[in-house]
C-alpha cells in the first residue's frame, strides 16, 4: 500500500484500505485458479518471483515446475526449483502456465513468452508485490 494524503473520513480510508487488500487477494485467487492441476513456471526469480513461489507453495493443487529468468548467470536452484533460461523452460514445459513476476519488465517478458510460442492466455501476471498481508492470507 503506497503512502498517500488522506484527507476524508475513517470510513473513506477503510474503503480504500480493504480494496487494496481485497485487490491483491484476488490476484493471487486468479493464480492459483488458473495453474490448479497443471504445471506452472515463474517467470522472474527475483524477489518477486520467490514471494510468490512462498505464497503458492502451500496450495496442494498448484505445481511449481520451475522458474525462468533472463540473467546472464541463472542461479541452478532457487527454493529446491531449477532456474532456466526461458527458451529452455519453454521446450521442457510447453504446457504450462507462465507466471510473469516483475512490475517493471511484465510486457517484454510477455511479448517473449509469445515470441517463443507460448499462447497469451498460458501467460499470467503476479505485480502485488511482496505483502505481509499476503502471508497471513495464504499461508496462515
Given at each position: 500500500?503506497?503512502?498517500?494524503?488522506?484527507?476524508?473520513s475513517p470510513r473513506l480510508l477503510y474503503n480504500a484500505c480493504e480494496k487494496v487488500v481485497h485487490d491483491k487477494i484476488s490476484e493471487v485467487q486468479n493464480i492459483i485458479e488458473e495453474i490448479s492441476g497443471r504445471e506452472a513456471v515463474i517467470f522472474g526469480c527475483g524477489k518477486l518471483g520467490q514471494f510468490l513461489?512462498?505464497?503458492l507453495g502451500n496450495q496442494k493443487q498448484v505445481k511449481i515446475a520451475a522458474y525462468c529468468d533472463n540473467c546472464d548467470k541463472p542461479e541452478k536452484q532457487i527454493q529446491g526449483i531449477k532456474v532456466f533460461k526461458p527458451e529452455?523452460?519453454?521446450s521442457k514445459y510447453p504446457k504450462a502456465k507462465y507466471i510473469i513476476a516483475n512490475r517493471l519488465c511484465a510486457e517484454e517478458m510477455k511479448k517473449q513468452l509469445c515470441n517463443h510460442g507460448v499462447n497469451e492466455k498460458d501467460i499470467l501476471l503476479y505485480t502485488s508485490a511482496r505483502d505481509m498481508m499476503l502471508i497471513e492470507t495464504f499461508l496462515g
Open positions: 500500500f503506497q503512502a498517500m494524503c488522506f484527507c476524508g513461489h512462498i505464497l529452455t523452460a519453454i
